[in-house]
């Protein structure tokens, strides 16, 4: 039951723990996504959240009714009837309310509540036996059951008045009160200014709205039906659910006591004010909801292989591989080549040299306190040559299509965030991609199988070697017409003669071996360095591209989360 239906109070169904979770949860989205939600809706969120912060904070427990209405609808008769007084001016053809004026129930302090509604014009009202009773109809005479004490009734200005300071004080003390009570006539029941600009707008309040026909006694009983019908018609059509409209009269004192009751409904729940606070908390986070999507896509899962490949050509990976089975073979040969021919690798240049990636012993640690500017000075930059322009563009291809795939369904709002997450405009991507290649290790342990060609080599080059020797020997004892010493033979061949050939041609034939080897070793180096550069690229589009869109698909979600948290 609603805190101004008929019959008794009821427990509060908002309790201030609800309230603060869903304030939090609003806040929270704010804090979120607010730059990608909708500027105006983000607005009202901010004076929602304010509104629940500062008047939790007030001490006291009073309920806030506003007396809302057009120009003559009687709102300050019904007023002056409900505190017993004529406390609030009245005007039978032009506004004569211009500021609101505040009627008081109770022994509790409301100065701090009334300071912060800004209202100045303060009257206590006399709960003495009898007092404050005002006009009653005797044939609809209504027992009131339970106190008024606590409740704060406001006459507000005409929210149609000519005079525009009055509707908009009117409409500012609107966002603040607790139940809208809104009093009409019969001639300005269908005004279509109070239905659209103002039970539309507030529609979302249904808890804590009431609906006044007034002036009932200019009317017969048959059209009190009628139009009282017709009115909650119309509530019920601007969106206030269950709508409960009362016709009164300051004259007769019809309906003063039933709408005395529905009040003291209201204050006896201690309800409507973490009512409205509520219903304000999720109007503004339903309002918000459409900002956000309804699910996200999982950067970890949309595919990257195109993005990984454009960025690879980039950063000069396949020019770098050919460089590394290049050196791989020229180290190659000067461990495994035959051993009178490794002189000639001088001739050849260092493939990795000429790129400026052939540090072997390890790079300076870079100091602490440097920054990211000055790391290219420390670790240098290499010779890799620049990316043509349609290699460019290739990056910027694969990018934009990463970053379609990872906000697609978003709002275009969050696509744009994501977009701009995205580092790379500005060089820093190139630089990055430069470092790591320079931060990649080209080169490996060396094959075992190097060492053990490399000692068969030398044993048959000093094989060959000791067999010219022999000969030159043997040559000068010849010149020297000197008696010469017995030469083994190996069948009909000495054996200097067949030291020299076989290490000759076993040393070459095994650097031909070797070389052939080389190539497949070549390619097997190639695919181990490639893959540490491709993780290094990786690396380098995590965290200019993935881990970017990463935190904004995140804030998205976190933004979701919380809206729906906060309209529960």
Known sequence: MSP????????????????????TE????????????????????????????????????HTVVALAGATGSGKSSLFNALVGGDVAAIGARRPT?????????GDADASELLDWLGVAARHVVDTAPGAGEGPVDDSRAVQVVGSLDGLVLLDLPDFDSRELEHRREAERVLELVDVFVWVTDPQKYADARLHDEFVTLMSHHDAVTLGVLNQSDRLTAEGVKTLTQDLARLLVADGVADAKVIA???????????????LANAVAGHAASRQRLKADVVGAATRLRPGVADTEAD????????????????????????????????????????????????????????????????RPPIPVEIDGADVRAV?????????????ASAVDLATRSFVRDASEGLPVRWTQAVEDAVV?????LSDSLDRAVIGTSLRARRPVWWFVVNILQWVLGLVALAGLVWYAVLWV??????????????????????????????????????????????????????????????????????IPVDEVLLRHRETREHLEAAAG
């Open 299 to 362: 950067v970890g899962r949309v595919p990257r292989e195109a993005l990984d490949a454009s960025l690879a050509r980039a950063a000069g990976v396949p020019i770098v591989l050919d460089a590394v089975a290049r050196d791989y073979r020229r180290e190659a040969f000067a461990h495994t080549g035959w051993l009178f021919a490794r002189w000639t690798k001088g001739f050849a240049a260092d493939p990795l040299r000429r790129l400026r990636l052939d540090r072997t012993g390890g």
């Open 97 to 105: 309310t211009s500021r609101p004026t505040a009627g008081l129930w």
């Open 4 to 23: 101004i239906r008929p019959g008794r109070a009821k427990v509060a169904t908002v309790s201030a723990a609800e309230l603060g979770t869903r304030t």
């Open 379 to 391: 670790l240098g930059r290499s010779s890799i040559p620049a990316p043509t322009v349609s290699t």
């Open 477 to 546: 004892f010849a010149l020297l017409q000197l008696p010469r010493p017995e030469t083994p033979a190996v069948g009909i061949l000495p054996l200097p003669l067949v030291m020299l050939v076989v290490g000759v041609l076993l040393g070459i034939g095994l650097g031909i071996l070797s070389r052939w080897w080389a190539r497949v070793g070549a390619r097997h180096r190639r695919t181990v360095v490639g893959k540490r550069l491709t993780e290094s690229v990786a690396a380098v589009a995590d965290e200019h591209i993935l």
């Open 248 to 262: 009164t009269s300051t004259v007769t004192g019809q309906g003063i006591a039933d709408l005395r009751q529905r």
């Open 424 to 428: 790379g405009g500005d060089g820093t």
């Open 26 to 61: 609003l806040s929270m989205a704010l804090v979120s996504g607010a730059d990608e939600l909708d500027p105006s809706g983000v607005e009202v969120a901010r004076r929602v959240v304010d509104k629940a912060v500062e008047r939790s904070g007030i001490a006291g427990d």
